[in-house]
C-alpha cells in the first residue's frame, strides 16, 4: 500500500509551504480523541525514527480504539492481513522461512496480538535485516484491511533536502488521469492520456504541450482495452523515486511522434499558480478559482465576491473547483452558508449510523447570485461535500466531469511512538439527502470533458458552459 | 491514493513544522495576577537613544496583500543614538496595537492594552548624535509588529548604529499608518497557502530596498548614516527575509537570521557576504527543520550557525520580557528572559560589529564559558 506514503509525501511539499504564524486551531474536520493508546499530536511531530514491533501493536491497537467510521474492524482480519503482507515481503527478498506460519488467533484481542508478536519476533530473530521492512509492510497492510480511503499510516514523508518552499517534485506535468486516480482510482480514467498542464522541470525543458498524447510510459500503454492500467502511475513519482520516465508522445497538431525521457526531480513553480484562492471579474461574473478548502478559505473567496462586485453589477458567480482535492468540512459548509440558509450541507456520521449534521451558517450574507461550480475528478473530500450540497440544495449548477468520490469521512491523527501519523476516520459522510458520496463522486448537471484538442488550444469548454448558464 | 482528506487534516501539523516554531498559546501556563507593566533592559551601549516614525509610500508597485491599495505603505521606525537622554520616553506601542497583538495570538491574562504601558528607553523624536554610522534593518516575525524587537534595536543604537525597522503591513496584527489608520494581518488569511513563506519573503526584500532608497531624502538625520555599511538582522520569517534582502540588494552585506525557516533560494553557484542563523533548538543541525543545513551548503564566504540552549522560537524577540506584565508563567527549561535579551543582543551585535565596524569578535570564533547556552552548529550540535 504505498498510496498512504505517496498521499503523505505529495503533502509534506505541498504543505510545507505555510509558515510562521501560529498555527490555525484544527477546525471542522477533526473530531476529539478517545482512549489512551494513541493521541493526537501536539505540534509538530519529532524526527521520524524506525517502525518497530511496538509501533504496529500500539497502531493496532489505536485502530480498535479509535476507528468508528465503519463497521467495527475485525481485529483478527486485520492481524491477518498485516501477516500475509510480512509473508509475501519474506517472499520478495527470496527468504522464506519454514516456521513463518500464520499463528492461531482465538478472538481475545490482546492473546491474538502477543500470538502476532511472538511469531513476528521468531521471524525477525532468522532475518533481522529484514525487520524494519517486515513491520512496515505488516503495519501498512492492517491499515490498508480497513478498506477506508481516509484511514492512511504517514510514513518516510521525507523531504528532497534541496526542497525550497513552493517548489514541486516529480516530472512537472499533470495529465488527465491525476496523481489520486493514479494511485487508486483508474477504474474511472478515460482514454486517451494526455498533458493537461506544463508546471516546470523535466517536462517543461523537453518542450511537452498540452494536449500531447501520451501513448505509453515505460514501453507500456496507459489503456489496454479501454482500461487504464498501473503504467500510469509512473507519470507521479514521489520523493525519494527518481528513475527516468520514458514517454511516447503524439502532438495531434502536426501528427509528430516522439520519445522523451524525464527525469524526475525538484522543480520551481510559479508562486502566482500556488496561491489557493484567485479571482477575477469575467465582464459580469465573479470568476473564482480554488484549489484546496484551507482554513479561511470560504470567507477569502466571500471577499474575493464582494470585491469584484464594487462598482459592478455582477450576474453570476463561478467557482472553479476543478483539481481542489482537499480541505476542511467546515469551510465547505461556509461557502454554502452564501448560497442557502437554513439547510443540512451533509452529515457526519458514526458505525451505529448516529448522524451529526452539519447545517448552514446563517449569520453568513446570502450573495444572491446564480453559481455555477466547475469540477472534474480531482474534486476531492471537502469539494465534493460542497458540490453534493449545492447540486442536492439546489444551490447552482455543476459543469464539468464527476468529482473525485474520496470523501469518506473526517479523519483524526494520532501520533504514533516512532513520530508518523495514523488518520483514523471517526465517522463517514453523507450527502444532505443521506445519500453515500464517497466512492461514487457526485456527476455534473452538464458534462463538459477536456480533449486533448481543447486542451491543446488552450480552450475551456468547461467554463464557456458556465458562462453561457449564467447569462441564459 | 483516496486519503486526500485524512491526509489534509494533518495539514496545520505538516505545516507548522516546516515552519519556524509557532508562539505558544501557554494558556495553561498562565499565572494568577500580571505584575503590572513591563520595562525593557537598559541598553548596553554608550550612547542616549532616540527613536522616530517614518511613514513611505512606494507607488511604483501595488500593495502585495491589499488589492485595494495601488501602493505599497511602510512604517519604518529609527533608534539611532542621539544627543541627551532626557526628554519623552517613546511608546512601546498604541493601546490599539497592544489590543490587536494580544487578541491576535490569543493572550486574554491581562487588560488589552497592557502592552502600550511597557517602558522603553528611547526618547521619541530626538536629536541625533554621530557620524558614518553603521545601518541595520530589523525586519519583524509573521504576525508581529516591529516593536516586539524594541530590547534588541535600542541595545544596537545605544552601541551606534542607526536600526531602521520595518513594519510590513498587513503582515503583522497591527501597524498604524498616517491618520491613525489601523493595518491589519491581511497576509493571515493564506498563510496556509504553497509558496506563501516564499513570496512574502520577495515582497520584504523589495520593501527593503525600497526603504533604502527613501531613507537619505525622508530622515533628517540620515546624512549620519554610512551607506557602505548596511546589515539586516530579523526574527522568524524576518531573518529569512534578512537573506532575501541581500540576494535582492547589494547593498546589504552581512545579515542575520534569528530562528527563522529559510524561505530564499541561494543560487546554486553559493552566497559569499557574511551571514549568521542564531536560532533555537528547533534549528540544530539535523533537525527537524532541515532549511538551514540546505543553505548552510551553500554559504561560501564567512559564516556561523550558533544554536542557543533553552532558548525557543520567541526567545530573540521581547515576547519573554513581556511575559510577568502579561501574567504568563514562563515554560519550564526555557531561558530566562533577561538571559535570552542579553545573548540576543551579545551575539547580535558581535555579529555586526565584526562586519560593519570591523572589529574582530573572538566570541564568534569559539564556545565561550560567559555563554556556554551558545552551541556552534554543525560541529558541536545535534538534535537532542
Not at chain 1, 45 to 65: M, R
Not at chain 2, 235 to 244: E, R, V
Amino acid at each position: 500500500m504505498t498510496a498512504v506514503r505517496v498521499a503523505a509525501a505529495g503533502l509534506a511539499l505541498l504543505l510545507a509551504a505555510a509558515c510562521t504564524a501560529p498555527p490555525p486551531p484544527p477546525r471542522g474536520e477533526t473530531g476529539t480523541a478517545a482512549g489512551t493508546v494513541c493521541a493526537p499530536p501536539k505540534g509538530a511531530p519529532g524526527k521520524e525514527t524506525a517502525t518497530t514491533i511496538e509501533v504496529v501493536e500500539q497502531a493496532y491497537f489505536c485502530i480498535l480504539g479509535n476507528y468508528h467510521s465503519g463497521a467495527t474492524p475485525d481485529a483478527r482480519s486485520l492481524l491477518t492481513a498485516g501477516f500475509t503482507a510480512l509473508t509475501q515481503e519474506l517472499n520478495r527478498n527470496g527468504r522464506d522461512l519454514p516456521d513463518a506460519v500464520m499463528p492461531t488467533l482465538t478472538g481475545d484481542l490482546k492473546a491474538d496480538w502477543a500470538a502476532f508478536e511472538t511469531a513476528y519476533r521468531k521471524i525477525t530473530g532468522q532475518v533481522p535485516d529484514l525487520r524494519d521492512k517486515l513491520a512496515v509492510a505488516a503495519l501498512e497492510a492492517i491499515v490498508a484491511a480497513l478498506d477506508d480511503e481516509h484511514a492512511s499510516w504517514a510514513h518516510d514523508v521525507g523531504q528532497p533536502p534541496d526542497y525550497y518552499d513552493g517548489d514541486g517534485y516529480g516530472l512537472g506535468l499533470e495529465a488527465n488521469v491525476n496523481a489520486s486516480q493514479a494511485d487508486g482510482g483508474l477504474a474511472a480514467a478515460v482514454p486517451p492520456l494526455f498533458v493537461t498542464t506544463v508546471q516546470g522541470g523535466a517536462a517543461q525543458a523537453a518542450g511537452l504541450r498540452p494536449g500531447d498524447v501520451i501513448e505509453s510510459i515505460n514501453g507500456s500503454a496507459p489503456f489496454i482495452d479501454g482500461k487504464a492500467t498501473r503504467a500510469i502511475a509512473a507519470l507521479y513519482p514521489r520523493y525519494p523515486q527518481a528513475r527516468p520516465v520514458e514517454l511516447s508522445l503524439l502532438r495531434q497538431s502536426t501528427g509528430r511522434r516522439r520519445s522523451v525521457t524525464l527525469q524526475p526531480g525538484l522543480f520551481q513553480r510559479d508562486l502566482a499558480d500556488l496561491q489557493v484562492v484567485r479571482s477575477k471579474p469575467l465582464d459580469d461574473i465573479a470568476y473564482v478559482r480554488v484549489t484546496s478548502f484551507l482554513p479561511d478559505s470560504a470567507d477569502r473567496i466571500l471577499r474575493a465576491v464582494f470585491r469584484l462586485r464594487r462598482g459592478r453589477t455582477l450576474s453570476g458567480v463561478v467557482l472553479d473547483l476543478r483539481g481542489n482535492s482537499s480541505g476542511s468540512a467546515t469551510e465547505a459548509t461556509r461557502l454554502l452558508s452564501a448560497f442557502a440558509h437554513g439547510k443540512v450541507t451533509a452529515y457526519h456520521c458514526t458505525a451505529g449510523d448516529t448522524c451529526q449534521s452539519l447545517r448552514t451558517d446563517d449569520t453568513v450574507e446570502l450573495l444572491g447570485l446564480p453559481l455555477v461550480v466547475l469540477t472534474d475528478r480531482g474534486c476531492a473530500s471537502a469539494c465534493e461535500h460542497f458540490a453534493s450540497a449545492v447540486k442536492d440544495l439546489r444551490a447552482g449548477r455543476l459543469v464539468g466531469t464527476r468529482t473525485a468520490g474520496m470523501v469518506s469521512g473526517p479523519a483524526q491523527p494520532y501520533l504514533l511512538t516512532n513520530n508518523t501519523i495514523l488518520n483514523l476516520p471517526a465517522e463517514h459522510h453523507l450527502g444532505p439527502n443521506r445519500e453515500v458520496v464517497d466512492r461514487i463522486g457526485v456527476p455534473p448537471d452538464h458534462y463538459v470533458p477536456l480533449t486533448p484538442e481543447d486542451a491543446a488550444a488552450g480552450r475551456d469548454l468547461a467554463l464557456a458552459e458556465a458562462l453561457t448558464l449564467l447569462h441564459r | 491514493m483516496r486519503r486526500l482528506l485524512a491526509a489534509a487534516t494533518g495539514l496545520a501539523l505538516l505545516a507548522a513544522s516546516a515552519c519556524s516554531a509557532p508562539t505558544p498559546p501557554r494558556a495553561a501556563a498562565v499565572s494568577p495576577t500580571p505584575t503590572g507593566p513591563a520595562t525593557l533592559p537598559a541598553p548596553t551601549g554608550p550612547h542616549p537613544v532616540g527613536t522616530t516614525a517614518l511613514y513611505l509610500k512606494d507607488t511604483s508597485r501595488p500593495d502585495p496583500w491589499n488589492l485595494d491599495a495601488e501602493a505599497r505603505e511602510l512604517k519604518v521606525t529609527l533608534w539611532y543614538p542621539a544627543k541627551q537622554r532626557d526628554g519623552q520616553r517613546a511608546p512601546y506601542m498604541t493601546p490599539k496595537e497592544s489590543e490587536l497583538l494580544l487578541r491576535g495570538t490569543q493572550i486574554t491574562s491581562a487588560p488589552y492594552d497592557t502592552l502600550s504601558r511597557t517602558r522603553t528607553n528611547s526618547i521619541k523624536d530626538a536629536e541625533p548624535a554621530g557620524r558614518s554610522l553603521p545601518l541595520v534593518v530589523l525586519s519583524p516575525g509573521f504576525t508581529k509588529p516591529m516593536s516586539t524587537l524594541t530590547s534588541l534595536a535600542e541595545d544596537l543604537a545605544s552601541r551606534g548604529y542607526v536600526v531602521a525597522g520595518v513594519d510590513h503591513t498587513y503582515e503583522s496584527y497591527a501597524t498604524t499608518l498616517p491618520g491613525g489608520r489601523v493595518a491589519e494581518c491581511l497576509a493571515c488569511d493564506s498563510n496556509s497557502d504553497p509558496g506563501f513563506g516564499a513570496g512574502l519573503v520577495q515582497g520584504r526584500a523589495a520593501d527593503v530596498s525600497f526603504v533604502l532608497d527613501q531613507l537619505p531624502s525622508k530622515w533628517d538625520g540620515a546624512g549620519r548614516i554610512d551607506r557602505s555599511r548596511i546589515a539586516m538582522v530579523g526574527q522568524s520569517i524576518g531573518g529569512s527575509s534578512a537573506m532575501a534582502s541581500m540576494l535582492e540588494d547589494p547593498r546589504v552585506r552581512a545579515g542575520i537570521d534569528m530562528d527563522g525557516t529559510a524561505y530564499a533560494r541561494i543560487p546554486k553557484s553559493g552566497f559569499s557576504r557574511p551571514f549568521m542563523f542564531l536560532g533555537s533548538a528547533q534549528h540544530v543541525s539535523g533537525g527537524p527543520a532541515p532549511t538551514w543545513d540546505r543553505d548552510w551548503k551553500l554559504l561560501t564566504g564567512w559564516k556561523r550557525w550558533i544554536v542557543l540552549s533553552g532558548a525557543e522560537h520567541q526567545s530573540f524577540t521581547d515576547t519573554p520580557l513581556l511575559s510577568d506584565a502579561l501574567g504568563i508563567k514562563p515554560l519550564p527549561g526555557v531561558l530566562p528572559a533577561a538571559r535570552a535579551a542579553e545573548l540576543t543582543r551579545t551575539y547580535v551585535a558581535a555579529f555586526l560589529d565584526q562586519h560593519l565596524k570591523g572589529r574582530r569578535q573572538p566570541l564568534l570564533d569559539q564556545p565561550s564559558s560567559r555563554y556556554p547556552e551558545a552551541k556552534f552548529c554543525p560541529e558541536t550540535c545535534a538534535p537532542s
